[in-house]
């Protein structure tokens, strides 16, 4: 080894000699010359064996060719430096992935299927329940055409997946099967400081005179109730404890003058609404019309 690292020592002299028509002879001579000055005494086998380990390039590193093994061996070296950062991202590679097969997808199954069955089975469950119930309650043909008209249209929404269609359906069911139920009295207000009847000309006909009784409709235990009244002027419906019917001008005249009397109204009942019945019985005449405001 310290013959060839000699040799490499002397560039010029290892090409001209290698490379030239000097025998191996020579250059061991002049290699042992070399060793000579330095006070070294070298054997000639030391020297040849020197000389041919450096013609094969015996001691000399030749870098490998790129190779995918050589590619994997440089990669497991540097692993220190992006180990750490390759575990966190595996790290959050499994969490997503684990979230998303595990939780979410799981999660959006049970949603779907939940929502299937609400509107496969649920739905038209409550529907049928409360078509029954009108069935069983009312006492006019009409509830129970409307209420069989209004299932088959929100079976027809639910069958479509239109949740939105069926949840109408139902609450109008509701509604009226509420409405049926209801019993009331329509009575004329008769109460210090208020108002029981009025007059007015309408927008839309300033030479008509509308004639208006300020009524309520008042529950068995005489407790006033929330009703939705559409207002003819209009046209909204609000839900209101208060209105003014329209009757003919004849009504009024009689109900102002029973009021003028005494300050009582002796006939305060206008109209009675029973449980099964949808409308009110009038009892007194009155006129499709009324009003929320005056």
């Known amino acids: 080894m310290d013959v060839v ?17 000097a025998r191996e002879a020579d250059l061991v001579e002049k290699l042992r010359k070399i060793y000579r000055d330095q006070g070294l005494d070298v054997s000639d086998a030391v020297l040849k064996e020197g000389v041919k380990a450096l013609a094969e390039s015996r001691f000399t590193y030749t870098a490998p060719k790129p190779s995918l093994q050589i590619s994997l061996a440089h990669i497991y070296v540097s692993r220190q430096r992006w180990a750490p950062a390759a575990l966190g991202l595996l790290l959050v590679a499994i969490v997503g992935f684990g979230g998303y097969f595990l939780a979410w ?7 779907a299927e939940a929502a299937r069955i609400e509107l496969s089975e649920t739905l038209p469950r409550q529907m049928d329940s409360l078509y ?96 939705p009244v559409t207002n003819e002027e209009t046209g909204l419906t609000e839900t209101v404890s208060v209105w003014g019917q329209r009757v003919p001008e004849n009504v009024y005249r ?33 006129m499709t019309g009324a009003v929320t405001k005056w």
């Open 5 to 21: 690292d000699t040799l490499r020592h002397h560039d010029e002299l290892v090409a001209r000699e290698l490379q030239g028509d």
């Open 105 to 111: 997808q799981p999660l959006q199954a049970a949603r």
């Open 132 to 227: 029954e119930t009108i069935y069983q309650e009312t006492k006019v043909q009409s509830a129970a055409t409307s209420a069989e008209e209004l299932v088959g249209r929100g079976k027809i929404a639910a069958a479509e997946g239109n949740r939105v269609g069926a949840e109408k359906t139902i609450a109008e069911l509701t509604a009226l099967r509420d409405k049926l139920r209801q019993d009331y009295t329509v009575t004329i207000v008769n109460r210090d400081g208020q108002r029981s009847g009025f007059w007015t000309f309408p927008k839309i006909n300033t030479e008509a005179t509308n004639y208006y009784l300020i009524v309520e409709a008042l529950d068995g235990d005489g407790k006033p109730l929330n009703l």
């Open 254 to 286: 009689s109900v102002e003058a029973d009021k003028r009397d005494d300050g009582i109204i002796e006939r305060r009942v206008v109209g009675t609404k029973e449980y099964g019945f949808l409308d009110v019985d009038w009892t007194m005449p009155v």
